[in-house]
């Protein structure tokens, strides 16, 4: 009761858990039927284990270990291995979010179908970013089958790293769907995928974020994908600290925040 | 293969650039962007790092600034001879309307060429001018730089229409970006030296396109470099060009011949 009255205050709108399971059961029954979709879906899991090969492996064999704040020395593959996990994390719901929901939102025009039932822009928001969480935590699971592979974490720390990603992918879900309910057209995706690739590049990813000038520092620790590479390094690396609750809070809120964003952006355009 | 003329491959361009009107803020943004941002993100601060240990005996940044010139023209024209590509033949389907317009299959391909070309044009100055400003150039070869962008472009293009000219389904066009041109653009010596590969995958960095390209962007940049290796490395080049061109042909006529 409670629950459902916070999200009705957040997001002005009410929310049943099985309609918007509805809504992500279509995702899946499609990415079940139409195989090739579903093979290509699949394969995006290859890119982040193509950057960890080249730049983590092939970049780091010239620059060798890395020294944490702790001062433990690392190898740069397993520097970078964590942040290339948050960054797969982010792209996974974006990819899904913005691109996926804009066509579905504006082209296919699917939502409009689904209102004419039941269903609620609230519903309709929360299975899609169910589906975009399903579909992240696939990419993440394997990302972190191969960390373990090549050492760069241990089995029982992939435990706690899962979840992790999970928050990453609904913060960043939250944030694609708020934004993509503002675009014009397609060509405002360019402009995201700028924005996401500077995100990809400057969060602490490749170099500590102390290696940066100071005025990028101040940027770079108020970014979102800043704080999943600190709690996934944190945690993979060993010896997370309770500062990193900060950075989960965070990302909590910000999730919370960018959905409510998105929910009220769709009652606004199907005017229910 | 009859070569093309002037008129209906102009008009094939024109055709072209019209289209880019509707898009090139964005469109241009974006591929600016992304050099740039690995030009500052890796060669300047995951530079630093490199710069430590001296394994390359340059600083990191000139070693990678050429290879991103090459590889962003790449990424810009095998992207445009994809999916926009596969929607002149499958969705919009202009092609069919050119092709009685009458324009023949090599006027077309001549066309989306020089489209291409004229597209990568630009960026390939822009960044060649802050490379220059990032202190990695060191030659006036550097002046060739943008012709080898160009070039290196075109060299991955031209194959890529016969691949769009052949497949059945759009999300073909993500698998090649996923697993030929990603690959690629991250093993073919732009990031670390391909000797630091395995001996069994280098030779196919040897006979992709790309790793040519970054060798003869680093000799333009640095104007350190054997005659023979530009010479062949130019070879290679121009070979995925005329292969490219060649093999497109033949799908176009194929699919275009009613």
Same mark, same amino acid.
């Given at each position: ?27 899946? +029954?499609?990415? !079940?039927?139409?195989? *090739?979709?579903?093979?290509? @879906?699949?394969? &995006?899991? /290859?890119?982040?284990? %193509? ?102 974490? +241990?089995?029982? !720390?992939?435990?706690? *790293?899962?979840?992790?990603? @999970?928050?990453? &992918?609904? /913060?960043?879900?939250? %944030? ?97 | ?258």
């Amino acid at each position: 009761m409670a629950a459902a009255l916070l999200v009705r205050t957040l997001l002005g709108d009410e929310l049943q858990l099985p309609r918007a399971a509805a809504m992500t059961s279509r995702n899946v +029954t499609l990415f !079940r039927s139409a195989r *090739a979709y579903g093979a290509l @879906l699949i394969s &995006g899991f /290859a890119e982040p284990v %193509f950057y960890l090969l080249s730049i983590g492996w092939g970049v780091g064999s010239l620059i060798g270990s890395i020294t944490l704040a702790d001062g433990r020395q690392v190898s740069y593959l397993s520097y970078v291995a964590p942040a290339l996990l948050a960054s797969s994390a982010m792209s996974g719901a974006l990819a899904e979010t913005t691109t996926n929901f804009f066509a579905k939102l504006r082209y296919q025009r699917q939502y409009e179908a689904v209102l004419n039932t039941p269903m609620t822009p609230g519903d309709v928001a929360f299975g899609e970013l169910g589906w975009g969480m399903l579909r992240g935590l696939l990419y993440s699971a394997a990302f972190l089958a191969v960390m373990v592979a090549v050492g760069a974490t +241990t089995p029982l !720390r992939t435990l706690a *790293a899962l979840p992790v990603t @999970l928050l990453v &992918g609904l /913060a960043f879900g939250g %944030f694609g769907m708020a934004v993509s309910s503002f675009m014009r057209s397609w060509q405002d995706i360019e402009y995201i995928l700028a924005v996401e690739f500077a995100l990809f590049l400057f969060s602490g990813t490749f170099v500590p974020v102390q290696a940066y000038p100071v005025g990028l520092q101040v940027v770079v620790r108020a970014t979102p994908l800043y704080q999943g590479v600190q709690i996934l390094r944190g945690i993979t690396l060993g010896g997370p600290s309770w500062a990193l609750l900060g950075n989960a809070c965070y990302l909590t809120v910000l999730a919370v925040v960018t959905m409510a964003v998105a929910v009220r952006r769709m009652r606004r355009l199907f005017r229910t | 293969m009859s070569p093309a003329t002037a008129l209906p491959a102009r008009a094939v361009l024109e055709y072209r650039l019209i289209k880019y009107r509707q898009s090139w803020r964005s469109a241009t943004f974006n591929s600016l962007a992304t050099p740039v941002l690995l030009l500052v993100g890796v060669g300047v601060s995951v530079g630093s790092y490199v710069n430590r240990h001296g394994a390359l005996g340059m600083p990191y940044v000139e070693f990678v600034a050429p290879g991103l010139l090459v590889s962003s023209t790449l990424q810009l024209a095998m992207t445009e001879a994809g999916a926009p590509v596969f929607n002149s033949f499958h969705w919009e389907r202009s092609y069919f309307g050119m092709i009685i317009a009458p324009a023949r299959a090599a006027d077309i391909i001549a066309g989306e060429l020089a489209y291409l070309a004229l597209r990568m044009l630009p960026t390939a100055v822009i960044f060649t001018v802050l490379m220059t400003a990032f202190g990695a150039v060191h030659s006036g070869w550097a002046i060739a730089l943008p012709l080898v962008a160009v070039l290196v472009g075109l060299a991955g293009a031209a194959p890529m229409f016969a691949y769009s000219a052949s497949v059945s389904s759009v999300s073909m066009m993500v698998v090649m970006l996923r697993f030929g041109l990603l690959p690629m653009t991250l093993f073919s010596g732009v990031f670390f030296p391909i000797t630091r590969l395995p001996a069994v995958v280098r030779p196919l960095a040897y006979v992709l396109p790309l790793w040519h390209g970054v060798q003869l962007s680093r000799a333009a940049a640095s104007g350190v470099g054997a005659a023979a290796a530009v010479c062949g490395h130019l070879v290679v080049l121009l070979l995925w060009c005329a292969a490219g061109a060649a093999v497109a042909h033949a799908r176009y006529v194929k699919r275009l011949t009613p």
